[in-house]
């Protein structure tokens, strides 16, 4: 069996970032990870981005392998020896085919949930990135206008934190987490003109979020993205 169980092409993600008090994470931050702070800010990422040519175990997926994917996360680092892993845990995943969210809670332990999505991208002289989900019978939308100019992350900005990260954490219950490792090259971002975030955070995600709804983001970044690999072996501590 391939040690790699996910490859997919993960292109043009947007993600708003949003300063949020630390107590609102603690009922999701597995055991043996801690927040992870930017200029004595924790965040949440409202991120949506398309998930294409996905293959598991080196085989392709027809029918599924092209989606949009709406998701909330947070950052985290992981002590371990004299190693710091940057990795981010995940309040929610959105796709549009159920036996995907099926597939990825069995498989991953992850919090994925299947609704409508669907995207508008028009590339010219500027990129125009539109992700809508359903939830409810109200569609929710995050877009951007960029231009198509390629930029390198500047170490130590808000795109290297938010961008550079490349484990995951599940929390299994109070005590047990997982951890695995994500593969790509350093993305390069696009400079954004505009912006537009409709979402009703609290049906989405919790009273914890609620006030996110009528919250401006600290933030809001694009990136190119690239060819991902998730290995399948995982650690559990």
């Known amino acids: 069996m391939s040690t790699t169980f996910l490859k997919a092409n993960w292109e043009n993600l947007v993600m708003a970032n949003y300063e949020v008090d630390p107590t609102a994470l603690a009922p999701y931050l597995p055991n043996g990870v801690e927040l992870d702070f930017f200029k004595d800010k924790t965040y949440v990422s409202l991120v949506g981005f398309m998930f294409k040519k996905t293959s598991l175990f080196g085989i392709p997926i027809p029918f599924f392998g092209s989606f949009e994917e709406i998701n909330l996360r947070f950052y985290v680092k992981r002590i371990d020896g004299n190693k710091v892993k940057r990795g981010v845990v995940f309040i929610n995943e959105t796709v549009p085919f159920k036996v995907v969210a099926l597939l990825a809670n069995k498989l991953y332990k992850e919090h994925y949930i299947s609704i409508p999505t669907k995207n508008k991208l028009v590339f010219g002289a500027e990129k125009e990135i539109n992700y ?3 939830m409810q019978n109200r569609w929710n939308s995050i877009s951007v206008c960029a231009g198509t ?9 808000i795109e290297a934190f ?3 990260r490349y484990f995951g954490y599940t929390k299994l219950d109070g005590n047990k987490t997982q951890e695995y490792q994500i593969h790509h090259p350093k993305w390069m971002v696009n400079k954004i003109s505009e912006s537009t975030i409709n979402c009703d955070f609290k049906m989405m995600y919790g009273n914890a979020f609620a006030n996110l709804s009528n919250t401006r983001p600290d933030s809001i970044l694009l990136a190119e993205g690239s060819t991902v690999t998730v290995n399948w072996k995982r650690n559990t501590f």
Not at 149 to 157: F, T
């Open 162 to 164: 938010i961008f550079e």
């Open 149 to 157: 100019m390629k930029e390198k992350i500047e170490r130590d900005s």
């Open 132 to 134: 809508e989900w359903e």
